[in-house]
């Protein structure tokens, strides 16, 4: 093939891909992640959610398959998401939006975190454990409303049906209002999302998400968190991350 005719081949497929697929996978694996979810809650126990876990994990199979489905679908929508929030940003698309839209989408990226992050606290185990403390002095730290932010969305200590009702609720229902306000669709392309789901699917038949048995010293959050962990390791100073990371939402 020629070189030159190759070269335009694979440029013409990563535009198409990241042109219109992209949004699609996200909007479709949000759907699956929710859909999962609702079976899911059906053997979760909120009172002690990692014994709950535990037990699907031994006796349930059909739970433990909607586990990786809810798990590895949340994955590809928060990979998928960004690469496309990425894209409006190389294509300069997002002067298209109005300012009421784009501040919504803003505020969403913030939801967005907090439903992943919600729902790995929800495991219950050491990991989760720590994320929430992470979590909770982060809330903390902002000046003059953080005790009330912090117990507004995590609420009691090591009472999870707080966050439960925001992960499954709230956060997930502004979530979708806003995909729909900016895609202009109620859901994903049929085609798209079948191929998103047989793909979710293959992985969930392949890895188990994991669960911290409390035997291991080594405490590990998501992998989206990991950065975040490492500098608040390296910086004491609390206030100068939440100053970075409102200037970045300020500046998005």
């Not at 590809?76 to 839209?101: A, C, M």
């Not at 009330?148 to 229902?173: K, M």
């Not at 047989?198 to 992985?203: D, L, P, Q």
């Not at 994991?210 to 950065?227: A, E, Q, T």
């Amino acid at each position: 093939m020629n070189p030159e005719r190759k070269k335009y081949r694979i440029q013409f497929l990563l535009e198409w891909f990241f042109a219109r697929p992209l949004g699609q996978i996200a909007f479709s694996s949000f759907l699956i992640a929710v859909v999962s979810g609702i079976f899911l809650a059906i053997p979760f126990d909120i009172k002690n959610p990692y014994d709950s876990i535990s037990l699907i994990l031994l006796t349930n199979p059909g739970a433990v398959f909607f586990r990786n489905l809810h798990y590895w679908s949340a994955q590809v929508f928060f990979i998928s998401t960004i690469l496309h929030i990425i894209d409006h940003f190389r294509r300069k698309t997002e002067k298209k939006l109005t300012n009421g839209v784009w501040l919504r989408v803003t505020i969403s990226i913030f939801f967005m975190f907090f439903v992943m992050i919600s729902g790995f606290i929800l495991k219950g185990d050491a990991d989760a454990e720590q994320a929430l403390r992470i979590l909770k002095s982060l809330f903390e730290q902002i000046p003059f409303i953080g005790s009330t932010i912090s117990y507004s969305f995590l609420g009691r200590e090591r009472d999870y049906q707080l966050i439960y009702v925001h992960h499954i609720a709230i956060a997930t229902i502004i979530l979708w209002i806003v995909i729909v306000e900016h895609s202009k669709i109620l859901w994903a392309e049929i085609k798209v999302f079948v191929y998103t789901l047989i793909f979710v699917a293959i992985i969930s038949f392949m890895f188990v998400p994991s669960l911290h048995d409390g035997k291991s010293p080594i405490v590990k959050g998501p992998w989206y968190f990991v950065g975040l962990q490492e500098v608040l390791h390296w910086i004491s100073q609390t206030q100068l991350v939440l100053i970075f990371i409102f200037l970045l939402f300020l500046f998005d």
